[in-house]
């Protein structure tokens, strides 16, 4: 057995100066359950993490992409975070969310509070940490383009 990290691909997807988030599941045993993350999830075998990102985003949200941009990687113990970005050009309801109890635009306040309002929850639900660093980073970097 091999302590490899897991490498996983995620997407900042953003539209009008918000990002996409999903409302992760709020079941035990998975990791972040209940609170906000980006979607996106493990790079199998064979695939590089940007074919991974465009295959998760077409899982969870039936949303299909030509073209993503890298952002960065983001490195723990156990897990490689590939980070991609591109603009959402459909409304939320062209989308079908497939994984995750919600999905939502959150705004760069929003972000900076690690807080965030479910309609279907009916409740205030906190950011992923990881997802709130990497928003963050993403927010002081590439403002220009929000």
Known sequence: MTNLPVHVALAI???EGKFLMQLRDDIPGIVYP????????HVEPGETPEIAV?????EEIGYEISEVSAFGWYCETNVIRHVFYARLTVD??????NEGWD?????????????AYSQ??????????P???IL???????????
Do not use: N
């Not at 209940?34 to 999830?41: D, N, P, T, Y």
């Not at 465009?54 to 077409?58: D, G, P, Q, S, Y």
């Not at 939320?92 to 969310?97: G, H, I, P, Q, T």
């Open 120 to 129: 279907k929850a009916g409740m205030v639900r906190s950011l992923g940490r």
């Open 54 to 58: 465009k295959r998760e985003l077409i």
């Open 92 to 97: 939320l309801d062209e989308l079908v969310l």
């Open 103 to 115: 999905m939502g635009l959150i705004t760069p306040e929003q972000i900076r509070y690690s807080q």
């Open 131 to 133: 997802h709130q660093h």
């Open 34 to 41: 209940g609170v906000w993350g980006l979607f996106g999830g």
């Open 136 to 146: 963050l980073d993403f927010l002081e970097q590439k403002q220009e383009i929000l």
């Open 13 to 15: 997807l953003y539209r």
